[in-house]
């Protein structure tokens, strides 16, 4: 269990402010605080971030200005933790004037969840157990991803008025329009797919030396045993990679990437700028320039009765 959950948040004027913790711990100084930021890159883009303080490595998501961090154990399973810190993170009211409860509400709610998603507790799920059993019994000879990007359209403004749930803001748009309250215009461009009409893309990366699509990445990334960074090769059918720093073996799910570098197989050449191939998700065909302009963004008004 992480030794504690703490807020802390971004003042454009002043900068870091160092909200509550529970349990309760030694508090943060100004200098951990921008640490903390840091590990969110420097525009604070990065939703989950890593950082080390003197107290320990801190897990930490972001949701601008707020900041909510979790203190990790020294050989803690880092990766449970972020899976289990994004779980939690809709049960943590950011609003809330009672930040003293809302985190110790968190700290709990965490400790649950991290032993509902762990050892026995996770095998007891009904869902789980029978993919277990499939694929004891190889009816499922594997799991293979299949990497779709989803291109969605947000409406942030909407969402202090609708909640963060993006596909039942664009809904309430919709109905809103059906009742004649608001009127939709085009606005700008979105990815769609002229074949099938869809938005959901996969990427193959090829070489741009040869064209060939065999490639190694070449990851930096962050050690969760000895907090350092290496460079590993990252290929298919690998579950572990040793550190080059501490020499232990690390699961490559407990790996936190910071940047990637493709290698081709065939030529040897090494870039971080391969060639970009874009495919619709759906129906497979080869997305074209036109494609990726092809659908048209809504935009919403309040619709005026002319008297």
């Known amino acids: 269990m992480p030794k504690a959950i703490f807020s802390i948040w971004w003042d454009d004027r002043l900068g870091p402010m160092v909200g509550r913790a529970f349990p309760e711990m030694p508090v943060l100084s100004s200098e951990e605080a921008v640490t903390v930021f840091m590990g969110h890159g420097v525009n604070q883009e990065t939703e989950v971030g890593y950082s080390k303080i003197q107290n320990g490595l801190v897990i930490s998501y972001m949701r601008p200005p707020n900041c909510i961090g979790v203190l990790v154990n020294e050989n803690e399973n ?11 993170i809709p049960h943590i009211n950011f609003d809330s004037d009672q930040w003293d409860k809302e985190l110790e509400k968190a700290y709990y709610v965490l400790h649950d969840l991290i032993n509902e998603t762990s050892g026995e507790e996770l095998l007891l799920n009904p869902g789980v157990k029978k993919l277990v059993g499939d694929m004891m019994s190889k009816r499922i000879e594997s799991l293979k991803p299949k990497h779709v990007m989803k291109a969605t359209l947000r409406y942030p403004q909407a969402y202090d008025y609708l909640g963060n749930d993006n596909d039942e803001v664009i809904r309430l748009l919709k109905d809103l329009e059906d009742e004649e309250v608001l009127e939709s215009r085009t606005f700008g461009r979105k990815v769609e797919c002229r074949q099938c009409g869809d938005s959901d893309l996969t990427i193959d990366l090829l070489c741009p030396n040869c064209q060939s699509d065999d490639l190694h990445k070449v990851y930096t990334v962050f050690c969760p045993k000895c907090s350092n960074q290496f460079h590993a090769v990252i290929v298919d059918d690998l579950a572990e990679v040793t550190c080059l720093n501490c020499r232990q073996p690390v699961k490559v799910n407990e790996l936190s990437v910071i940047d990637v570098e493709p290698l081709c197989n065939k030529c040897g050449t090494a870039s971080n700028d ?14 074209k320039g036109a494609d990726l302009l092809a659908g048209t963004g809504l935009a919403y008004y309040f619709r005026y009765v002319s008297e």
């Open 78 to 88: 880092s990766a449970a933790v972020e899976r289990n810190l994004l779980r939690l």
């Open 274 to 287: 391969p060639k970009i191939i874009f495919k619709c998700a759906t129906c497979g065909k080869q997305l």
